[in-house]
Every structure is written in structure tokens, then in C-alpha cells.
């Protein structure tokens, strides 16, 4: 359990609510998202976008403490929007949440970002994911524990 502590990025856990900004361009999921992390006392979805420029933006506007944010986005892909979003909102936290299982991805993804979950895992991974980013630990999910994604060629 976290205290009320500053976790060296400005995030006092205990003190106040975790501010979510969730993009994804599918409306359902983004629905789905938004109604299951809202159960958590603790996190407040202050806004949603559904491509990569509209989470710059909202970005710039609102400062989320973490943004849940999908790859394949329309306008700006996932990836390119982080790395946007990395000089607008340097304290902002960032995990991944996408269909895409490719290694290559996912590691440029984590160049960026403080997580990846694959979105068909997100039922038995999400919440732990959520709470790892949060205190800026970095989070992959279990099905790329046994790939070494900082070494490719395996050599």
C-alpha cells in the first residue's frame, strides 16, 4: 500500500485522485474503460480523445497525471503522440493499451511510456498495470516476461 508520500514525481497517491485521460478511436472501449476504472475511488477520468492529435491536445489543456493510450490511432499513431505528449507533460505517466503483440512495437512503445498491456489481457492485467505506472514503475505484461525486448537478436 502507498502512503502519502511524494513518489518522486509529484504524485501524492493518498491524498488525491489519479487523473486519467483515456484515448482510443472505439468509442465502446473507451465506454467500457471509463466505467470500470471509475469504480476505484481513487481515479477520475477527466477526459477522453479518440486519435493522437486530440491527446496532445487535451494533454496540453488538463495535465493528466497517467493517460491510458492505444497504438494504432487515426491522425497520430500512439507512439508518435507520446512522444509529443513526453515535452508538453514531461510529469505525466503513460501506459500503453493496445491490440498489437509485436515485439518491436512494444519496445519503442516502452521507450516512451511507463507500461504496455495487450487490451485482450487487460481484464487479469489492467489494475496492476495502472498501479505500477502510477508510482512510475514500468509495467509489461505477463506474455512478454519471457521475450528480452531490450535485446532483439538475442545475442
Given at each position: 500500500m502507498v502512503s502519502n508520500y511524494d513518489l518522486g514525481g509529484g504524485l501524492l497517491l493518498a491524498a488525491a485522485s489519479v487523473r486519467i485521460l483515456i484515448v482510443d478511436d472505439y468509442e465502446p472501449w473507451r465506454r467500457l474503460?471509463?466505467?470500470f476504472l471509475q469504480r476505484h475511488p481513487?481515479?477520475?477520468i477527466i477526459s477522453e480523445?479518440?486519435?493522437?492529435?486530440?491527446?496532445?491536445?487535451?494533454?496540453?489543456?488538463?495535465?493528466?497525471?497517467?493517460?491510458?493510450?492505444?497504438?494504432g490511432l487515426p491522425r497520430l499513431n500512439g507512439i508518435e503522440a507520446a512522444r509529443q505528449i513526453r515535452t508538453i507533460a514531461p510529469r505525466s505517466r503513460i501506459l500503453f493499451l493496445s491490440e498489437n503483440c509485436c515485439p518491436d512495437v512494444v519496445r519503442e512503445a516502452l521507450s516512451v511510456g511507463g507500461g504496455y498491456v495487450v487490451?485482450?489481457?487487460?481484464?487479469?492485467?489492467?489494475?496492476?498495470a495502472l498501479e505500477?505506472?502510477?508510482?512510475?514503475?514500468?509495467?509489461?505484461?505477463?506474455?512478454?516476461?519471457a521475450q528480452d525486448l531490450w535485446n532483439p537478436t538475442g545475442a
Open positions: 474503460l471509463t466505467f481513487a481515479w477520475q480523445a479518440s486519435d493522437g492529435l486530440e491527446a496532445i491536445e487535451k494533454t496540453r489543456e488538463l495535465q493528466p497525471d497517467l493517460i491510458l493510450l492505444d497504438i487490451k485482450s489481457d487487460a481484464a487479469s492485467e489492467l489494475i496492476v505500477s505506472v502510477i508510482v512510475n514503475k514500468q509495467f509489461v505484461g505477463r506474455r512478454f516476461l
